[in-house]
């Protein structure tokens, strides 16, 4: 039966006892690998599980989305960076000389900030939850520059990190960056507050063929989300779709 286990950091996942010593022992099996170091990175498939995989093929046929169109990609909410770092990967392979594509992450990197009453109770969740360890950014930053070192115009950076809280950074860059649209837009905030000034930031900067994708839309964990959009864009506005292999996430093309 699946259950809502608070894990390190104050993570919230839906799964089952069994589905949780799995994904232990894969995760062991990766930390005990006899795999030499120089090939570690190009096996790491052989640890990871279908339904992380899956996200990863979402992401890839989100890219093919843009790809003919011009603009920012804007990650809200980022965490531990996988997003950022594979979508830097897909900018290498399919546009590697496309230097307008800029990847921007924000994040508190503190965990949620914010939490009110727009986003239930189901689990309570607090400020403070899905936090990184102190200064993880800055690990994150380097990790970026390193992808980025291994591909093509290395000499350009084309990431950026903002730090805060989002009803406030997430406004304030979009007003220093008044050249900057958006052709990708990633709501992962979980909560209502900073979802809605992100969705009110990116509003003015979208296009037709932009894509907006959604981690916790229609989610009864996590409702903020959905409240947000519905004030700000409205439900009734967006074409909403999903990939049949991910539960949760969707996206939407503005039309």
């Given at each position: ?19 949780e ?51 920012i ?46 986003d ?13 360890p ?23 950076r084309?990431?950026?990190?903002v730090?805060g ?18 052709s ?72």
């Amino acid at each position: 039966m699946a259950t809502v286990n608070v894990g390190e950091h104050g993570a919230i996942a839906l799964t089952a006892r069994s589905e949780e010593d799995a994904f232990a022992e894969l995760a062991a099996s990766l930390r005990n690998s006899g795999i030499p170091p120089g090939e570690i990175l190009g096996n790491l498939a052989l640890f990871m599980p279908s339904k992380h995989l899956a996200r990863l093929l979402f992401f890839r046929d989100i890219y093919g989305l843009v790809l003919h169109t011009h603009g920012i990609i804007a990650e809200f909410g980022v965490r531990w960076g996988q997003t950022l770092a594979f979508l830097s990967n897909l900018r290498s392979i399919f546009e590697p000389f496309n230097r307008h594509r800029r990847i921007v992450g924000f994040d508190t990197f503190a965990g949620l900030l914010g939490v009110g009453s727009e986003d239930g109770a189901k689990p309570a969740c607090r400020d403070g939850d899905f936090s990184v360890p102190s200064s993880y950014e800055q690990e994150l930053a380097r990790v970026l520059a390193l992808h980025e070192q291994l591909n093509p115009i290395s000499h350009l950076r084309r990431f950026e990190l903002v730090k805060g809280d989002a009803v406030h950074t997430v406004p304030a860059w979009f007003e220093a960056h008044p050249e900057a649209v958006v052709s990708l837009a990633i709501f992962d905030f979980d909560i209502y507050a900073p979802t809605r000034a992100a969705l009110l930031a990116v509003k003015p900067r979208l296009f037709k063929g932009s894509v907006l994708v959604f981690d916790e839309l229609s989610d009864d964990v996590f409702p903020g989300e959905t409240v947000a959009v519905q004030e700000v864009l409205g439900l009734n506005t967006l074409r909403i779709q999903r990939s049949p292999s991910v539960s949760r996430v969707c996206y939407a093309v503005v039309e």
